[in-house]
């Protein structure tokens, strides 16, 4: 069966620290991947998205993430995190199923502390 | 533009009890998903409506639980009887019309469900 996993359960930072979240999934077919991220008392937000093409995706806020086909990976990344990064990080994959599922990791708790 | 609205946000009811949860998506997106997040684990696909239709309702976890979608625009989940391991949150997701491939989907804030 597809499965993502996210291998930081809950990560602590301080201000100005780099970030690197792992996200492997089980697929190998073609795949779109997501990373979605829900800040206290919000919805789930689209942080990034990759469906073909270049790689290496930017995304809002200044979160990137590098897709690897050959290791299953989609690990996301930012350069110097900020105290409002402060949330839960998912990793999502959507594959050529036959349905429009996504398939998510467990999360990913990010604490920043000023 | 209005997101995804869930409703209610939070409900904690008795064992045995019936709860009812509801999504309006985004005006006009003809796809609706719910999925849901038991604690500490992933956040699981129950089922996805097309329009009115049940496009594909695999992740339903039993018969205790029923998804309508009456007219092609909001959307309810009922669980009845509800039952201990049925605590989580429910999220409620749309995404525009067509074939789902490139469109991105957009989730509610989720309905927090404690059954006690």
């Known amino acids: 069966a597809q499965s993502v996993s996210q291998h930081n359960h809950h990560v602590i930072l301080s201000e100005a620290a780099s970030l690197e979240l792992g996200c492997n999934y089980s697929y190998g077919g073609t795949v779109n991947l997501f990373w979605y991220v829900q800040y206290p008392g919000q919805h789930l937000q689209l942080l990034l998205k990759y469906f073909s093409g270049d790689p290496l995706v930017k995304g809002i806020k200044g979160f990137e993430a590098e897709f690897i086909k050959s290791k299953f990976s989609f690990n996301l990344r930012k350069p110097s995190v900020q105290w409002s990064d402060t949330a839960e990080y998912f990793c999502a994959v959507r594959g050529a199923w036959g349905t429009d599922k996504l398939i998510f990791g467990t999360g990913t708790r990010l604490q920043v502390f000023p | 533009e209005a997101g995804v609205t869930q409703f209610p946000s939070h409900s904690v009811i008795e064992k045995g009890q019936t709860v009812t949860l509801r999504c309006d998506p985004i005006?006009?997106?003809?796809?609706l998903y719910w999925y849901r997040r038991v604690m500490g684990k992933e956040i699981k696909f129950l089922l996805h409506?097309?329009?009115?239709?049940?496009?594909?309702e695999s992740g339903m976890p039993n018969n205790r639980f029923l998804a309508e979608r009456t007219g092609g625009t909001y959307s309810t989940l009922k669980v009845q009887p509800a039952e201990l391991e049925d605590s989580g949150v429910y999220f409620c997701a749309s995404s525009p019309k067509g074939q789902s491939s490139g469109n991105t989907i957009y989730f509610g804030e989720g309905s927090w469900l404690t059954v006690v």
């Open positions: 409506f097309v329009k009115e239709s049940k496009q594909d």
């Open positions: 005006s006009g997106h003809d796809n």
